[in-house]
């Protein structure tokens, strides 16, 4: 998103102001802040404008994200029209809201009209639908027409990442009327590096790659030297999945396509990087159980979102406990056990929160399937073993030698040895059987393990305490 910067021998932006941007340890740097806040309490509009107005659009989100909320609505509405709008797909959602909702409508869909078709929409889709109508009722016909049709896919497809602008010529061009039209038209993409061919009903028919066009003879027609496009994405897939077409085939960019097959734009590899980073970033969040929060998030939304897995957590704790319940005899004679056992039960939750973080990647990047899940989930069982065997010996010579009695330490080292195996095999089938039956794994599976680990580690333990020290 955005055009590239030019940079100085460090590598720094060769416009940027002398007092740098970063500090060493990659953040915007302190004495940076001190200056641009300063400038925004003094209302210094001609130092934001040379300062602000030369640094790349990441660089001013991440400015924006360095702020607190009043500077920051303060810095865009001194700006003016000297900002770049293009800064707000870098910051987080909170604060892209805060700042949109701190300006009026008009100068929104005037700004939105400096902007390219997917950078519009990231911005408007956040906002509510009575802002939105009103802001694209504002924007000249052919704008407005492209981004509702972009505003109208569902959520995290590649219609609603797609850029509208593209190149498209008929087949029975030549190479050189293709290049007049590049060089003649004004409404082009700032930057692209194919051109579609399209027929008179505007299905996609091919495409040609821009360094293909500059080695072919002017006189040479486009259909002569175009290629089919065997990797058109439908505008109504799924963002993850597009951004694995790019991956397997590595694409630069690629067409999108309607229900009939005709082009309504083009999917580039700077938004694909986005949609990569995003999936990866909300697979983590939903293995924590924290949903869609971000840093910019207030008290109550942060405590909102982590407390539905925090209740089914807490029902879950109680089924653990209630397996401690039924051994209390045994803990009330040998109160070794209530020290042991939680070691037991976090080490087993440990390993099987290793095996179900690979195996939730596997899933998600497909590299886990049908042909080689039974390989995979002997391989699990097999290192559930090993270090079942390896931390059992270890902490049943600990055991053995803090409490003085061989028959603890022989007990905690068989517990541990099957919690290891039943957490290894429960890490890879609890991923795998929610996949299969439709939930998502990263959402549910930390739950389901815990509760196992925890059930089976307790089980285990003071059900194998009660059964030796009954015998003695």
Not at 433 to 442: I, K, M, S
Request: proline share 4%; charged share 20%; net charge negative.
């Amino acid at each position: 998103m955005g055009e590239p910067e030019t940079q100085g021998i460090d590598g720094t932006p060769a416009d940027a102001p002398e007092h740098g941007i970063y500090g060493e340890d990659g953040v915007i740097a302190a004495p940076f802040l001190a200056h641009i806040g300063a400038a925004i309490a003094d209302r210094d509009t001609l130092a934001l404008k040379e300062d602000v107005g030369s640094l790349h659009t990441s660089e001013v989100g991440d400015l924006l994200e360095a702020l607190i909320p009043e500077q920051r609505r303060a810095l865009v509405q001194l700006m003016g029209e000297e900002f770049d709008f293009t800064a707000l797909t870098e910051v987080d959602e909170a604060i892209r809201l805060d700042i949109v909702g701190s300006l009026p409508n008009a100068q929104i869909a005037k700004a939105l009209q400096h902007l390219e078709s997917d950078d519009a929409v990231y911005i408007l889709e956040d906002l509510e639908q009575a802002d939105q109508d009103e802001i694209l009722s504002r924007l000249p016909f052919t704008e407005r027409v492209r981004l509702r049709r972009s505003l109208g896919y569902p959520e995290e497809t590649a219609g609603r990442r797609m850029q509208t602008e593209f190149v498209a010529v008929p087949p029975f061009w030549t190479v050189g009327q293709t290049i007049d039209y590049m060089r003649d038209e004004q409404n082009l993409p700032e930057s692209f590096s194919q051109i579609f061919v399209i027929d008179p009903t505007f299905r996609l028919v091919g495409a040609v790659d821009l360094d293909r066009i500059l080695r072919t003879k002017r006189a040479v027609k486009i259909e002569d030297v175009m290629r089919e496009t065997r990797h058109a994405i439908p505008a109504t897939m799924d963002q993850e999945e597009a951004a694995k077409i790019f991956e397997q085939y590595d694409l630069l960019s690629a067409a999108v396509v309607d229900e009939n097959e005709r082009l309504v734009g083009v999917l580039t590899i700077d938004d694909v990087v986005d949609v990569i980073t995003q999936e990866a970033e909300e697979d983590l969040m939903r293995m924590g159980g924290v949903g869609d929060e971000e840093l910019s998030d207030s008290v109550l939304a942060a405590g909102r979102s982590r407390v539905p897995w925090l209740m089914v957590n807490l029902v879950t704790a109680f089924l653990a406990a209630s397996v401690i319940s039924l051994f209390d005899g045994t803990i009330e004679q040998i109160v070794a056990l209530a020290i042991l056992m939680p070691i037991v039960a976090g080490m087993g939750g440990n390993a099987g929160s290793q095996t179900m973080t690979v195996t939730v990647r596997a899933l998600a990047t497909r590299d886990l399937d049908i042909y080689n899940a039974g390989r995979i989930i002997r391989r699990e069982m097999a290192v559930g073993i090993l270090n079942g065997v390896i931390f059992a010996t270890l902490i049943g010579l600990v055991a053995g030698i803090w409490f003085q009695d061989v028959n603890i330490g022989g007990i905690i080292a068989a517990a541990m040895i099957i919690n290891m195996f039943v957490a290894a095999l429960a890490g890879i089938l609890i991923p795998l059987l929610l996949d299969r039956l439709g939930a998502d794994p990263a959402v549910a599976s930390a739950v389901f393990l815990t509760t196992v680990t925890d059930v089976v580690g307790f089980f285990a333990f003071l059900g194998l305490a009660t059964w030796w020290f009954g015998l003695l």
